[in-house]
């Protein structure tokens, strides 16, 4: 699977991004899909991920209520909807794949990583 990330930009406090990741492959539609996020000096976070029937999603909770993820496997695509921008945001973002039929917020178990995209919030 190969996975390319947009969507990024500069955008203000309190405002929306969405992100977009498309993946190339097949077997996409059985894969758990997720959104990590990297800032300066920090760890890389799972931010949300997404089972691959779209039913199950799981979200780091200072995202919580904000972040949306989602999926098109029509179009071999998944999206993070972001709003109530906050400066904590700002990050490099990255779409991941597992290829896992279950959920899971293992950072060790998404083997396939698209190039990132940056956000920044500024306040």
């Known amino acids: 699977v190969q996975l390319q990330a947009s969507g990024g930009g500069l955008v203000q406090a309190g405002g929306s991004l969405r992100l977009s990741c498309a993946a190339s492959g097949r077997t996409f539609s059985s894969y758990v899909m997720g959104w990590f996020r990297q800032a300066p000096g920090k760890e890389r976070e799972l931010v949300a991920a997404?089972?691959?029937?779209?039913?199950?999603?799981y979200y780091v909770d200072s995202v919580k209520g904000r972040f949306a993820i989602s999926r098109d496997n029509a179009k071999n695509a998944v999206y993070l909807r972001m709003n109530s921008l906050k400066s904590e945001d700002t990050a490099v973002y990255y779409c991941?794949?597992?290829?896992?039929?279950?959920?899971?917020?293992?950072?060790?178990?998404?083997?396939?990583w698209g190039q990132g995209t940056q956000v920044t919030v500024s306040s």
């Open positions: 997404i089972g691959w029937s779209g039913s199950s999603t």
């Open positions: 991941a794949a597992a290829p896992l039929g279950y959920m899971t917020s293992r950072t060790y178990d998404y083997g396939y």
